[in-house]
């Protein structure tokens, strides 16, 4: 097999026979330029533009002679016989990255990777474990989709990548679904040691490439971070939205996710990926707690200019973002079509949250009339300016791998690139709740005075159960500490409620007299609660808000009663959560009950419809 030695005596030998690739490989090493651009690195590299230009379309292919057959190779061009002879190793005379290979089956062949193949690239990947080695697809980057090629050059010029076990990936490629017409699946795949990484991808070339505005035409390297741009004005203008927006037109969105925030952020690199110390999770509810969590993906250490912190945001595709969200915002052993339900809701929101940001958060200004003052405040998730989503409550829970199994795979998987739209043609900001208490509530009672279609109270008689399986089912081992969630009671007295409240949100109250539901949604939530003080009276909203006040963390609802014995209040509540569109719990319940993810999405989204964004 080849070693790192035959190749150095091969670049050797070729930089001093081949002047015109000499010059281009030390023109990379001294004159192409290359600039970080967020968790990217954009390279300036005009050699580059014979591959970004290739026209490879049949006609154009058939017109000309195959570049990579022996027999059109420059004659000075030579090469290593690898494998039984089944290929043969080159030098690039059109470098990207440095010590880079192209990887020739000796049969004029067309791009398409079979098992041998793949095992083929394992084999030499882990011959020279210093190097990346590649593979684009006909319509995926290749400027020779009539020849088959592999890829190979030193892999410390890229972005940190996430690779995952070989023999998963391979399974991952049979899986993925053959375009009409076509004998291959589109996609990218990268290999590093033994270990590989798969980049499903949704269309060769991005709209930007085809009008003239932006030559970028992505090929693995591209797809993995490192983007290649022949042209100077292209180099200087790329921006991380312009190029976040092309990956994710190619191939499957990438995601940026804060996960904490601290003085000093401990981290330690492992496999593929990254693990941070101290996170804290449920921040200021009754779980929360402090973990060690480890991610995969990109890890980008961030300054807060506004607390002076440092941010840890990880940068990841949106698959490989959902298999955290899913097993840490339910058990990953909860059945099937529930999984597959919560991946089409958890990708339809975090897309929404990266192409049309909700409003900020916003506190309404205090209106004074007869000593009754308004406090209304609207907790949102639209307030992050460094990342895309937090990686608590407040967004989405993402804590890391450990929970994730076969069937949290599956889940994903089986609905890649699924997500609802609204009849209007937007995606669907699909909230979900742990449970409704029996009916699901509007989303202006909650969060901004508008209204969807999509998320109209709708009535949930499955959440009111006590089966304990099942609850173990969708419930972390946190979740579980909360026993009772469907109907709850809580107790306080006049001095206890009154120095919560104070000490929640400070508006001067005084002793607590009285609590006025004002307004109410269909669920029965208060999006209006009038609390009457010794001292002023003020309306205090929404959903949240409330239930921020009334307790030393969160109460469970705002879907409660109020009732009074001596000064003592009585708070008897339903559901556990917000209550607008899924009813986890309730659609957990439906699955075990044999309804298939689609009837779980109807039942809580109405007049919403699927959608394939990519990946199919």
């Not at 375009?179 to 990218?188: K, S």
């Not at 990266?354 to 308004?374: F, G, K, T």
Request: negative net charge; proline residues 4%.
């Amino acid at each position: 097999m080849i070693s790192p030695c035959d190749i150095e005596s091969l670049f050797e030998r070729q930089m001093k026979a081949w002047p015109e690739a000499a010059q281009r490989i030390r023109d990379l090493a001294e004159k192409v330029e290359r600039r970080e651009v967020g968790p990217y690195i954009v390279q300036w590299n005009p050699a580059r533009a014979v591959s970004t230009l290739a026209k490879v379309d049949k006609t154009s292919l058939e017109k000309r002679p195959c570049f990579l057959c022996r027999e059109n190779r420059p004659a000075v061009q030579e090469g290593i016989s690898i494998l039984d002879g089944r290929w043969e190793v080159l030098i690039n005379p059109f470098p990207i990255l440095e010590r880079h290979l192209t990887i020739v089956c000796t049969q004029h062949t067309p791009q398409r990777l079979s098992r041998q193949d793949f095992d083929d690239m394992l084999e030499i990947s882990r011959a020279l474990p210093e190097f990346i080695v590649f593979y684009n697809g006909a319509r995926c980057g290749a400027s020779a989709p009539d020849h088959k090629h592999l890829q190979a050059g030193l892999a410390e010029a890229l972005p940190q990548q996430l690779y995952d076990d070989s023999e998963k990936v391979w399974e991952e490629i049979k899986a993925l679904p053959i375009p009409e017409g076509r004998e291959e699946a589109d996609f990218n795949l990268l290999m590093q040691n033994g270990r590989a990484r798969l980049i499903s991808r949704s269309q060769h070339r991005p709209q930007c490439y085809h009008d003239g505005t932006c030559l970028v035409s992505p090929g693995a390297l591209d797809m993995a971070g490192l983007i290649i741009t022949p042209r100077e004005e292209d180099f200087r203008a790329l921006t991380e939205e312009k190029i976040r927006s092309i990956l994710s037109e190619c191939g499957t969105p990438e995601i940026s996710v804060g996960i904490m925030e601290a003085e000093k952020i401990e981290a330690d690199e492992t496999a593929g990926g990254f693990t941070l110390h101290g996170v804290t999770i449920g921040k200021d509810f009754h779980w929360q707690r402090r973990q060690d969590q480890s991610f995969h993906g990109r890890l980008r250490i961030l300054e807060n200019k506004e607390s002076g912190k440092e941010v840890a945001v990880n940068d990841i595709s949106i698959e490989d973002y959902l298999h955290s969200v899913i097993s840490s915002e339910m058990s990953g052993t909860s059945d099937l079509e529930f999984l597959k339900a919560h991946a089409v809701i958890s990708r339809s929101w975090a897309m929404r949250m990266m192409v049309a940001r909700q409003l900020p958060q916003s506190e309404s200004p205090a209106a004074e009339s007869n000593n009754v003052s308004r406090h209304i405040r609207i907790y949102d998730s639209s307030a992050h300016t460094l990342f895309d989503v937090c990686a608590d409550d407040h967004c989405q829970r993402y804590q890391g791998v450990g929970g994730v199994n076969e069937t949290v795979e599956r889940a994903i998987r089986e609905t890649r690139g699924e997500v609802l739209y609204s009849q209007e043609g937007e995606l669907c900001d699909t909230r979900f709740s742990k449970c409704c208490g029996g009916r699901t509530e509007r989303f202006s009672t909650c969060w901004q005075d508008k209204d969807y279609s999509y998320l109209q109270p709708v009535s949930c008689p499955y959440c009111d159960t006590h089966d304990k399986q099942l609850l173990r089912q969708v419930l972390n081992d946190y979740d579980q500490e909360t026993v009772q969630f469907h109907d709850w009671q809580v107790r306080y007295t006049q001095d206890e409620l009154s120095r919560i409240a104070e000490e929640k949100l400070h508006l001067g109250l005084g002793q607590i007299l009285d609590l006025l539901p004002l307004e109410r949604g269909e669920s029965g939530r208060i999006r209006l609660l009038r609390v009457v003080g010794t001292e002023r009276t003020v309306d205090v909203g929404k959903e949240l808000e409330i239930r921020k006040m009334f307790s030393p963390t969160h109460l469970l609802s705002s879907n409660f009663e109020v009732q009074r014995e001596g000064t003592d209040f009585i708070l008897t509540g339903h559901g556990w959560g917000h209550g607008v569109g899924l009813c986890q719990i309730g659609a957990a319940v439906m699955a075990a009950e044999g309804h298939d993810y689609r009837s779980i999405l109807a039942h809580y989204y109405p007049t919403s419809h699927l959608k394939q964004n990519y990946g199919k």
